[in-house]
């Protein structure tokens, strides 16, 4: 009886200090062993055994809510000029979402890679073959720039810091709407690429960013293109009759190019010398951080800047 009583007087405190250190760690917020599943953009679920640390990422979106995170990425899209997000500028270049570099993501052995939705869905087989899990992401709206951030915060186990840059994003939009313009001007928002400009549609992140500023789209009617649903084709006649205020230009590449080409093309109709916008040399090139790219966490930097433009032309 004696040896029974001074055995477990022995083994109790061991037993009491295993379970204290495991508390601990339970507060600390140490990674779960426990497989972990997320619904992305193209609702596949995706299951994880462990918060991925080896991340490739191929929009400046996704790049830009991860280090908002304090996380980094090992792969990054090509850059034709600047580098959007300057912390990642020494991960590797793995392409973009219209064209991934599959043998480059291989090498640098990402335990996630961080897609576009509809775009990278057809590159799913090929970047699983790699051993890499995929997550396709996308924003056509603030709304879906917010149900992003909450999305990687599941992946990373960032979820606290997730609910965090969400109600940010939800104070600052609040304020802003809060000090709209009284009278909407009238905007044409034409996104521009070598050979072709579009006109933004309000289900495109840059339509939904320039009504939530106070503006007019006086493109808001149009019909979407059928590889483009975002976007549609410039009219030149109804966009006279419309009579834009403001002429928004946004682009990828060189700006300057991208407005002499739309000049260029918007000047065979007589009646484009006539317009408001025109007449008062309302054209406003948009930063391409800001507007040619989804802008991620920085999405009320975007706001502010229309609401601001906005402001300053009445």
């Known amino acids: 009886m004696k040896r029974k009583m001074l055995l477990s007087t022995i083994i109790l405190p061991f037993l009491l200090m295993g379970c204290s250190q495991s508390q601990s760690k339970e507060d600390y917020g ?74 480059k993501i291989t090498a640098l052995q990402p335990d996630v890679v961080l897609g576009g939705y509809p775009m990278n869905l057809k590159d799913v087989p090929a970047i699983e073959g790699t051993g890499a899990k995929v997550i396709l992401t996308g924003a056509n709206s603030v709304d879906d720039i917010k149900k992003q951030v909450g999305l990687l ?30 009278e909407k001007p009238r905007v044409l ?8 400009n579009m006109a933004a549609l309000p289900n495109s992140l840059s339509g939904n960013l320039l009504e939530m ?5 006086i493109a808001s009617d149009y019909p979407g293109l059928d590889s483009y649903p975002q976007y549609a084709q410039l009219n030149t006649e109804r966009i006279i009759e419309s009579n834009p205020e403001i002429i928004l230009l946004m682009s990828h590449g060189n700006p300057e190019e991208v407005k002499d080409s739309f000049t260029n093309e918007m000047k065979k109709n007589a009646g484009w010398k006539d317009l408001d916008a025109v007449k008062n040399d309302r054209f406003i090139i948009l930063p391409s951080e800001l507007f040619g790219t989804n802008p991620g ?10 609401q601001k433009t906005f402001k300053e032309m009445k």
């Open 153 to 182: 915060g599941e992946v990373l186990g960032k979820e606290d810091k997730s609910k965090e840059i969400i109600a940010d994003i939800d104070h600052k939009v609040e304020e802003i709407q809060s000090e709209l313009p009284e």
């Open 213 to 217: 500023a106070g503006g007019e789209n």
């Open 297 to 306: 966490t920085q999405v009320t930097e975007s706001l502010e800047f229309l």
């Open 189 to 196: 928002l034409v996104y521009g690429a070598p050979g072709t």
């Open 30 to 103: 140490t990674p779960s062993s426990t497989a972990a599943s997320v619904t992305d953009f193209a609702d596949r679920t995706v299951t994880f055994e462990h918060v991925p640390e080896r991340i490739v990422a191929l929009s400046n979106g996704d790049i830009d809510i991860v280090y908002a995170f304090g996380d980094e990425v090992v792969g990054r899209p090509n850059s034709n000029g600047g580098i959007a997000i300057k912390e990642a500028e020494n991960a590797e270049e793995v392409g973009s979402t219209h064209s991934i570099d599959i043998e």
